[in-house]
């Protein structure tokens, strides 16, 4: 008769279980999300102040109206920018939004705020009745 592999000694009631699992996920739901990491998009090569744009050698291609951060090599924010739809790859246009960007300056992308998932009770509500079915209130009989 073969033996089962397993011994009675580790067999945990369906209860204990599930107390450590709802323990476990409430742990987690305590730990704020972890912040977004911005992705180098690349590095500006030319800065044109007149008509407010830079020149992005890039290493990926944001969509058009993506907002940029341009960034100094000691990690100084030096301009904010968005993306141009004119395009020559490598190159894409960084129209210039606020700052004073270099050539040199990385850039990236600004990652979404994602806000926490927050589920909200459903409240019991009663559904209005039919206004053809109301009725008007019965008179009632005045005091002498």
């Not at 972890?34 to 020149?55: E, K, M, Q």
């Not at 994602?114 to 053809?132: D, G, L, S, Y």
Request: proline content about 17%; charged content about 15%.
């Amino acid at each position: 008769m073969p033996q089962s592999h397993r011994s009675p000694a580790f067999r945990l009631p369906f209860s204990a279980v599930a107390a450590v699992a709802a323990i476990t996920l409430a742990s987690c739901a305590s730990h704020p999300p972890a912040r977004p990491v911005p992705r180098l998009v690349g590095s500006i090569s030319l800065v044109n102040s007149d008509l407010h744009f830079a020149l992005i050698d890039s290493v990926m291609t944001p969509a058009p109206g993506t907002p940029l951060k341009a960034l100094s090599r000691d990690g100084r924010e030096t301009a904010l920018l968005n993306v141009s739809p004119e395009r020559k790859q490598p190159f894409i246009i960084g129209n210039i939004v606020e700052g004073d960007p270099q050539p040199g300056d990385r850039v990236v992308d600004i990652p979404p705020v994602v806000a926490p998932v927050v589920a909200v009770p459903k409240t019991p509500t009663t559904p209005a009745a039919p206004a053809a079915s109301r009725r008007p209130a019965a008179p009632t009989p005045r005091q002498k």
